[in-house]
């Protein structure tokens, strides 16, 4: 363990994660005040961060929780959302598959968006996979113990925050920051579009469920999108 | 349910469901390729789940009443999205989102 804390490449990921830690300071304070208030303790909330640690599942869940929603749509939306991590996995898998196992385990669990976007840069730049998962494990560890640390704080002292500083507007700006990125491509640009509209056509829908609606109609015609390009570009 | 208790079921199931996913293909399918159809579609669950977060998030929700006169929330989501995609860092997207935020609260 000491040896892995005094690796370059640990620290290199941890250090070029903190500045992207920094931005997420107020996404992780909103997620503490959101598990407060929907009425949890704080351990619980605790737990939301470190065993969840997933913003916006975190945010979703605890939006739900207070609205009343039943266990099965929370879990529902909640994987709908988490699918997103399959992609990532099967995307940093060929970069992993020369490490062993408990390496491989550990990495997964710290497999999030913000450490997923750096880690794929970094596999590209260098061909050596151990160095790459240390460098990861240093990011990863960054945006835990930040995620945990902005998480109590937001529990413990949210209610210190003025309301006139719109904290909560972070939340949607984290996910900007993911998604805005991915717009240089056709079909991501349909399926956002066609998401963004369905959540508000659909605006009606009980318990949340336009959200999981419209994330499912945007990736369906995202992915005709698609695959109709290929056709198109085949001729 | 308790609500303590209904939380709690909240925390560990979706937990794992999220530790599996991530795991799916580092560990589990590892010597398995994904099929073709399943990889191309999910290209775009972060752009298209995101995105149906974001938009009640900025207040394009009727249900919420809000009218379609200025609203500063879209005219700062607008800025913060220029500005990410063109840094791709989420510091510079929060930095000058809230901060367009502000000022367009200040001055309306």
């Known amino acids: 363990m000491r040896r892995l804390l005094a690796s370059p ?4 990921g941890f250090v070029e994660m903190l500045p992207a830690c920094i931005g997420l300071i107020p ?13 949890a303790s704080w351990l619980s909330a605790l737990g939301m961060s470190a065993i969840i640690f997933s913003g916006a599942a975190q945010i979703l869940a605890g939006q739900m929780l207070a609205g009343g929603a039943p266990l099965a749509i929370i879990v529902l939306t909640c994987s709908v959302l ?4 399959l ?3 099967a995307a940093m898998a060929p970069y ?29 730049a260098s061909d ?4 790459g998962a240390q460098h990861f494990l240093g990011a990863g560890m960054a945006l835990y113990l930040c995620w945990q640390v902005t998480n109590m704080t937001g529990y413990f002292a949210g209610n210190v925050i003025p309301a006139a500083w719109s904290l909560e507007f972070a939340v949607p ?3 900007l920051a993911l998604v805005a990125p991915l717009l240089r491509d056709m079909p991501n640009i349909v399926a956002a579009g066609v998401a963004g509209i369905a959540v508000v056509v659909l605006g009606g829908l009980p318990m949340k469920l336009n959200l999981i609606a419209a994330g499912v109609v945007g990736i369906i015609v995202g992915t005709l999108a698609d695959l109709m390009r290929e056709r198109w570009t085949r001729r | 349910m308790d609500a303590t208790l209904k939380l709690w079921v909240v925390i560990l199931v979706v937990g794992l469901l999220n530790y599996l996913s991530r795991l799916s293909f580092i560990a589990v399918f590892a010597r398995r390729t994904m099929p073709p159809l399943l990889a191309r579609a999910l290209k775009y669950v972060p752009a298209a789940m995101l995105t149906a977060l974001i938009v009640p998030m900025i207040g394009a ?48």
Do not use: E
């Open chain 2, 61 to 108: 929700d009727p249900a919420a009443g809000h009218t379609l006169a200025f609203n500063p929330r879209i005219v700062a989501a607008a800025i913060a999205g220029v500005v990410a995609f063109y840094t791709r860092s989420s510091l510079w997207t929060m930095g000058t989102g809230m901060a367009a935020l502000w000022v367009l609260q200040a001055v309306s």
């Open chain 1, 87 to 89: 992609m990532y996995s």
């Open chain 1, 96 to 124: 992993l598959t020369a490490l062993p196992p408990r390496w491989q385990k550990a990495l997964a669990f710290l497999l999030t968006d913000q450490a997923f976007a750096a880690a794929i840069r970094r596999f590209n």
């Open chain 1, 82 to 85: 988490g699918l997103r991590f």
């Open chain 1, 9 to 12: 490449d640990f620290r290199a």
């Open chain 1, 173 to 175: 700006l984290c996910f």
């Open chain 1, 128 to 131: 050596d996979p151990r160095a």
């Open chain 1, 27 to 39: 996404f992780g304070l909103v997620c503490g005040v959101g598990a407060s208030a929907a009425g």
